[in-house]
């Protein structure tokens, strides 16, 4: 990929209103015909997506997942990051280097308590692998501080609106504002 100007362009206009902000990062993918790909990883507030080049030239969604759907995380080396589905589907993406591929696991996991400031994250995504040991160890304390850190701006009732828009995301229903009580 090119700049991140150009990730980002390519980001708005593949998801349009689907992306306000988030971290976006250039990755390498497998498509569905089982090449590799140079392509983009856009994370919003609730879902992962994979936007890799498509024949018309264009660019398009190969991949997307709401974090609910995570069951597990694994990167064994500094640059993977394999996804493990509840369906059972693995994604697997390589980035730059592993501070992107850290990033990337840390704005999940701080998105994720942001929606569910009182469940712990490890029974959300059940399995975390990261190698070296240290570093499992080292993301392991950060997920502790993290639980065990005091949530200031959770909103009315815990954070009912987030809860309740991710909850719609993930089983795609539609979001209903009246429902939320607060616009988020």
């Keep these: 990929m ?21 971290l976006v ?6 498509n569905k015909q089982g090449k590799i790909e140079s ?8 879902r992962v997506f994979v936007i890799l080049p498509m024949k018309s030239g264009k660019h398009g969604i190969e991949h997307d997942f709401n974090y609910l759907e995570i069951k597990g995380i694994a990167s064994e080396k500094d640059k993977k990051l394999k996804f493990v589905l509840e369906n059972g589907k693995v994604v697997n993406v390589s980035t730059s280097n592993l501070e992107d591929t850290d990033s990337v ?26 190698e070296p040991n240290k570093r499992q160890m080292d993301f392991l304390e950060k997920l502790n501080k993290l639980d065990n850190s005091p949530q200031t701006d ?26 939320a009580w607060v616009s988020i």
């Design 25 to 30: 990062k250039s990755v390498k993918s497998e």
């Design 105 to 130: 696991i840390d704005y999940l996991t701080t998105s994720l308590k942001k929606v569910f400031p009182k469940t712990p994250i490890l029974r959300l995504i059940i399995n975390f692998q990261l």
């Design 154 to 179: 959770v909103g009315p009732c815990d954070g009912f609106s987030r809860m309740y828009a991710c909850m719609c995301d993930y089983m795609r229903l539609t979001y209903m504002p009246e429902v």
């Design 39 to 46: 392509g983009i990883l856009a994370l919003t507030a609730l």
């Design 2 to 22: 090119g700049s991140s100007e150009e990730s980002m362009e390519i980001v708005r206009d593949v998801l349009k209103d689907k992306f306000q902000h988030g």
